[in-house]
């Protein structure tokens, strides 16, 4: 199983701006940041395929969150998510999820799904006061 590592968060004002990290030494075909608000159901954020190949975002982040990532040698990489503009809704746990395989089918039917991941980081809290 792949460790994640996973840093940033906090506690920030409606308007504000936070960054996550999210650390693994595994090859991962890809990396997701996905959230679980209080009493929700953990949804996606943000995907970056293996050299940043795809990026996609939910709809509800787009033009606010940025995803990138950092390799820093043989299956060492950071990804990151800069999230600005945060509003009270963009309160959560927010965990990375790596999958180390690519999906025969198109990738954004599939790169939502719990299911489509090996392993995940520990989750870090995330809070927006209005």
């Known amino acids: 199983q792949v460790q994640l590592v996973e840093s940033g968060g906090g506690s920030v004002q409606a308007g504000g701006s936070l960054g996550l990290s999210c650390a693994t030494s595994?090859?991962?075909?890809?990396m997701t940041w996905f959230r679980q608000p209080p009493g929700k159901e953990r949804g996606a954020v943000a995907t970056?395929?293996?050299?940043?190949?795809?990026?996609?975002?939910?709809d509800s982040v787009k033009g606010r969150f940025a995803i990138s990532q950092d390799s820093q040698g043989k299956n060492k990489k950071t990804i990151y998510l800069q999230m600005s503009s945060l509003k009270p809704e963009d309160t959560a746990m927010y965990y990375c999820?790596?999958?180390?395989?690519?999906?025969?089918?198109?990738?954004?039917?599939?790169?939502?799904?719990?299911?489509?991941?090996?392993?995940w980081g520990q989750g870090t809290q995330v809070t927006v006061s209005s």
């Open positions: 595994e090859y991962c075909a890809y």
């Open positions: 999820a790596c999958s180390q395989h690519m999906p025969a089918g198109i990738f954004n039917r599939y790169w939502t799904s719990l299911g489509a991941y090996d392993s």
């Open positions: 970056i395929t293996d050299a940043s190949a795809t990026i996609v975002y939910a």
